[in-house]
């Protein structure tokens, strides 16, 4: 069980209660401060002042005044009106982050909510009552509106719900768990959707991804650079010392680290030097490493902030309607974080390109029987095809904006667009880099001498789903089982942050 308090929810700690499974609830100190924010909204704000959100319309709408028997109305229909999403369903594992994040900003305290229904939503993420969202529909300002009015329609016993493996009614799951809808108040309704969750959420999830695959390039390639006869010295201390970007150095530290005990790498080189996608792994791997890294920053900073508008200070006596929900920060890094991914394949297909290329003692396409077979050919086809991909859905989003809301809402994020571009560049370097292992393992197949204890353990491992292919066979099975002998790999942690 984990406890939502007012500490800093850092990487580490997100990816124990994501990676864990960890049940949530409030602190005895997020309790009070969402009671006494709520207090202050019943008890002593002059209902009279126009507030926008409170007693107002929405959007182009603010200067609409809402009459005190009308306030509640007003939230359920802010909910019912915005739940406008399009497109594919959100995976469930992000709706679930979505939940966990909008629970950690309402808990702080300045959105005005009510205790019970921010206990609902943490039922809704311990029961893994996870709400059908779509995928477009958000601007990435004003908060993530359309996505967080599905995730939050089931507190009203409305949309559908993914339970127990089933999509179901909501209204369904509440009387099977005898639970009553919740009736918002004032200000309710934009708490839940204002607010930058749905990107925050993408962002997490590709964060975490990210450490992984950008260590697993570093692996794969280390592989690819044996089974390819190259140099060892591009990755020696010295070089990076006088260039001492820290992912530069810790690519060129994991390379070395590798290699250690190789008898491979010790042997005889023929050749000078060796093209960059060899040579230069800890400059272009590095460099993406760095970009991860400043990502997290702002991503984890986002997570702990509060998003909604208005924001309620009880404490000073004051409602400061504001725009903490526009998504520009979370934008920008995220177009940043697709670039430096696609990078990572970009790379990668490069070296998939040398090790078919008949160079150095390997057979064309590392098949004993070219001619006959094709061998690895056409896989580098299909790398070619997704790391265009990956290329073109790199065109930022953050760059663009369209006018909305009768010109109220005149410059927009379009982070939302940023995080599902993101998360399908993540999925596609996931995709590249089991092609390279399933390629570099073949290749170094083919030398005679040993690489190092850690890389000839990997290898074995990885034959083990994957054997060593003497003959063309269905490629794609294959190319399937080394994906998801990636995915399922299991990595220390101390090894990716």
Not at 136 to 141: R, V, W
Not at 157 to 177: I, P, R, T
Not at 424 to 451: D, G, H, P, W
Request: overall charge negative.
């Amino acid at each position: 069980m984990y406890k939502i308090d007012n500490k800093y929810l850092t990487l580490e700690k997100l990816h124990k209660i994501v990676h864990e499974q960890l049940s949530v609830e409030l602190s005895i100190d997020a309790n009070k401060r969402i009671l006494d924010c709520r207090s202050f909204l019943d008890e002593k704000y002059d209902n009279s002042i126009p507030i926008y959100g409170v007693n107002t319309g929405f959007g182009s709408l603010c200067n609409e005044s809402i009459s005190h028997e009308n306030l509640e109305k007003l939230q359920v229909n802010l909910v019912i009106s915005h739940a406008c999403g399009l497109g594919e369903e959100v995976p469930s594992s992000i709706v679930k982050l979505m939940l966990l994040l909008k629970i950690k900003s309402l808990s702080q305290g300045f959105s005005g909510v009510q205790l019970k229904t921010v206990n609902r939503l943490i039922d809704f993420y311990n029961e893994d009552i996870l709400p059908v969202v779509y995928q477009q529909g958000s601007l990435g300002a004003s908060g993530d509106l359309a996505p967080l009015a599905h995730l939050s329609l089931p507190l009203l016993g409305l949309g559908q719900v993914y339970y127990k493996g089933q999509k179901v009614n909501s209204d369904q799951v509440l009387k099977e768990m005898s639970w009553k809808p919740i009736c918002l108040k004032s200000k309710e309704g934009l708490a839940l959707l204002n607010g930058t969750q749905f990107m925050s959420a993408y962002a997490l999830d590709v964060l975490f991804k990210s450490y992984k695959l950008s260590y697993l390039a570093d692996l794969i390639g280390s592989i690819s650079l044996e089974a390819f006869d190259g140099r060892l010295e591009p990755f020696n201390e010295l070089v990076h010392i006088i260039r001492p970007h820290n992912g530069q150095l810790k690519t060129a530290k994991n390379i070395s680290e590798f290699l250690e005990g190789s008898d491979l790498i010790k042997q005889d080189k023929v050749n000078v030097q060796d093209p960059y996608s060899i040579r230069c792994m800890p400059q272009v791997h590095g460099a993406s490493k760095d970009a991860i890294e400043y990502a997290k920053n702002t991503i984890i900073t986002e997570i702990n902030s509060v998003t909604d508008n208005p924001n309620v200070f009880a404490k000073e006596g004051k409602i400061i309607s504001a725009g903490n929900f526009h998504g520009q920060p979370l934008a920008l890094v995220m177009d940043h974080m697709a670039i430096a991914l696609s990078e990572l394949g970009s790379i990668s297909e490069r070296r998939i390109y040398l090790l078919l290329s008949g160079q150095r003692g390997l057979p064309p396409y590392l098949s004993p029987n070219i001619g006959l077979n094709s061998g690895f050919m056409i896989p580098q086809y299909t790398v070619a095809s997704i790391a265009s991909q990956n290329k073109q859905l790199c065109t930022p989003a953050s760059v663009d904006s369209i006018v909305s809301s009768n010109g109220q809402e005149d410059h927009v994020s379009m982070g939302a667009n940023a995080a599902t571009k993101l998360y399908r560049v993540a999925e596609n370097i996931e995709r590249i880099l089991s092609v390279e292992l399933m390629t570099s393992s073949q290749a170094l197949s083919f030398r005679t001498k040993k690489s190092s204890d850690f890389i000839e353990s990997f290898v074995n491992s990885f034959r083990q789903e994957v054997p060593v292919l003497s003959k063309d066979i269905l490629l794609h099975d294959e190319m399937m089982k080394s994906k998801q002998f990636i995915q399922n790999l299991s990595l220390d942690e101390s090894l990716l942050y």
